[in-house]
Structures are given as structure tokens and as C-alpha cells.
């Protein structure tokens, strides 16, 4: 199989889809791996490395979309890239389509076949291709929030740790899944007084004996949110349902309740944002302010510290990729019913549910779509 990496061209989106190891274990298996030439550079990544590694080198993007049978990106594809996509090819990345029709129908009308990173499951029940870039973000959530507090940002002026003799900042995490629980291991690392509010009582209870006292876990419910987001310095939106677009716990109504130069960092910017008043925003201007709160929501925190989160992301998606080139995806979807959750869209058709559901399109089951 002919795989292809091109350079990424969101915003300031570094990250890119196979470092050379990757291509090297690729090329071992009998493949063959194209990388647009400087796709990793900023991170580090030469040509050099690249082609040592097996690699072929292309000057453009239309090159690699023009010719190979599987495309291994970062972020979901943009318009541009959208209609360089064509009808039998491999689409495998994140696509995060619930709240993007537009990228949604722009698939859709390639009749590509497309495997979204973040709806692959695994035995433990868990997200293994969407983990390593929440703990990125989880932790890079406490990093901005704490930097956004600084009066130069709009903030308030709180140091999230405090100092003998002044408060630490309060700082409400909504949601304790793998994001959640990075955000409060870094807040409390920085000596902030941490809550987190969850749905699931299994979760709160694992939480409580990771953290201990020093973590307050509070379960989630309307009186709750709004009763610990308008006291807190510094809120983290960390919910998730897979596939879906990010429910709306913290409403305008909200807002004129918390304190002037509070913080709300929506790490689930990428399903949609689970603060009514987000919007998405770029590493190149990251905040606003709505009502004295100053929002950061990033859609691609993780592309702030691109190496790293290049190589994590890399180490998950490795084994996923190569199964894939190994066996033709129509292999790979049925040896792997965890992977084959990450089916997205397949020939015109979405096939996740609940991306069908919030985009009001019609859904085919996976297996309907790939018997079809």
C-alpha cells in the first residue's frame, strides 16, 4: 500500500501524521510511505530522517492525495483538502464531524473512506487514539488557564497556587475522564484548590482514591455546575460523549454570576464546546471575552506543543495504521470491531451514529455500509 503524509495546514498546526519510525515500521511491513517535503520540519523532523527511513519525499500535497491509497493526517481535513480526496481512498485521522457539516458533506461527496481517531474504542472500554492528546490537552488546559488569569490577559490577577498567607485559586474541572483527570493532576501539582464534577459515581470514587482528600469531587448535576463554575477562578470544560457534540453545561446566564477576569478553558472546543458563549479560537489568537470571563478555546491545544504530541499520538496510532496497510481496511474493520468504530464515513454514507444524529443525516451501520 501506498501511504501518504501530507503537511498539516490548520492554523498553526506543527503536528504531523507519521514521524520516521512510523514510516520505518511501515516500509518493514512492505509498504511504501510518501511525506510532503518539510511536513516535519518545525518539529524537528528533517527530509534526511524521513528518507533514511525509507521514505519518498513530494513537493506538494495535490502529489500525495493524487496518488496514495490511505492518507495519515493529524487534523481533519480542510476544504481544500476535502476535494482532493477521491472516491476508494483511506481517510485516517481526526475528524471530529459533529459539529462540522461542512467538512461532514465535503467527505461525503469524496466517497472516501474515513476512520476518525477519536471513535476508536478498545477492549477497557476506553478512546486509545483520542487519550494521549487529552492528557496533552488536560494538562496544557491548567498551563493557559493559569496564564490567562494574569492581569495582562484579561484575568483577574490570581496565581493559581497562591502564596503562605493568600488563597490559591479555585479550580472546577467538569468532567473526569482522561482529560480531566491530567487538568486536576496539574492544578493540584501547582497547588490550586481543585473540584471535579462528574456524572458517573465510579469515576468520582476513582478519582477520590487517586487524589485523596486533597481533590474534592462533587457529583454533576444543574445545581452543581452552577453553583461551583460561578465561585471558581478558573473553570475546564472536559466532558465528552464519543462522536458527539459536547452537551451545554454552562449556559450565558452563567457567566454574569462569576467573578470579572475568571477563566473558562473548553477543551471539548473540538466537539462543539460544552460553554454555550465558545466559539473556536487559534494558538494565534486564542481568547475573547464574553461578559468579564475570558474564554480560551483552542480547537487544537495539543498543536502548542506539536513534538511531543506528535510522538505520543504517534505511539497510539502505530499498531491501528499498520493493520490497516497490513489487510486492506475492509480486513482491518472486520477483524477489529474497536476499530471498526472509528468508521465514520464510507462512500457517501456517515456510519457513527451519533454524528449522524447531530448533523440530522441519514446513518448506515458500519456493517450495512462496508456489505454494501
Known sequence: MLIGVPAEIKTLESRIGMTPAAVREAVAHGHKVVVQRDGGLKIGLTNEEYEAAGAKIAD?????????????????????????????????????????PVQAKGLMDAGCTAIAYETVT???????????????????????????????????????????????????????????????????????????LDTSIPRLAELDAMFGP?????????????????????????VLIPGAAAPKLVRKSHLAKMKNGSVVVDVAIDQGGCFETSHATTHIDPTFVVDGVVHYCVANMPGGVARTST????????????????????????????????????KGKLTNEAVARDLGEEFISTTDALAA
Not at 481544500?80 to 483511506?90: P, S
Not at 499520538?313 to 489487510?327: Q, R
Request: hydrophobic letters at 45%; one cysteine or more.
Open 311 to 346: 510522538f505520543a499520538l504517534n505511539n497510539a496510532t502505530m499498531p491501528f495504521m499498520l493493520a490497516l496497510a497490513d489487510k486492506g481496511y475492509k480486513q482491518a474493520l472486520a477483524d477489529d470491531p474497536y476499530l471498526r468504530e472509528g468508521l465514520n464515513v464510507h
Open 214 to 238: 486533597q481533590l474534592k469531587t462533587i457529583y454533576s448535576s444543574r445545581d452543581t455546575v452552577e453553583e461551583y463554575v460561578t465561585k471558581a477562578d478558573l473553570v475546564i470544560g472536559a
Open 122 to 196: 478498545s477492549p477497557r472500554g476506553g478512546l486509545p487514539l483520542l487519550a494521549p492528546m487529552s492528557e496533552v490537552a488536560g494538562r496544557m488546559s491548567i498551563q493557559a488557564g493559569a496564564h490567562c488569569l494574569e492581569m495582562r490577559q484579561g484575568g483577574e490577577g490570581v496565581l493559581l497556587g497562591g502564596v503562605p498567607g493568600v488563597p490559591a485559586a479555585d479550580v472546577v474541572v467538569l468532567g473526569g475522564g482522561v482529560v480531566g483527570i491530567n487538568a486536576a493532576r496539574m492544578a493540584l501539582g501547582l497547588g490550586a484548590s481543585v473540584t471535579v
Open 60 to 100: 506538494t500535497a495535490e502529489e500525495i492525495f493524487a496518488t496514495a491509497d490511505m492518507i495519515v493526517k493529524v487534523k481533519e481535513p480542510q476544504p481544500q483538502e476535502c476535494k482532493m480526496l477521491r472516491e476508494g481512498q483511506l481517510l485516517f485521522t481526526y475528524l471530529h464531524l459533529a459539529p462540522d
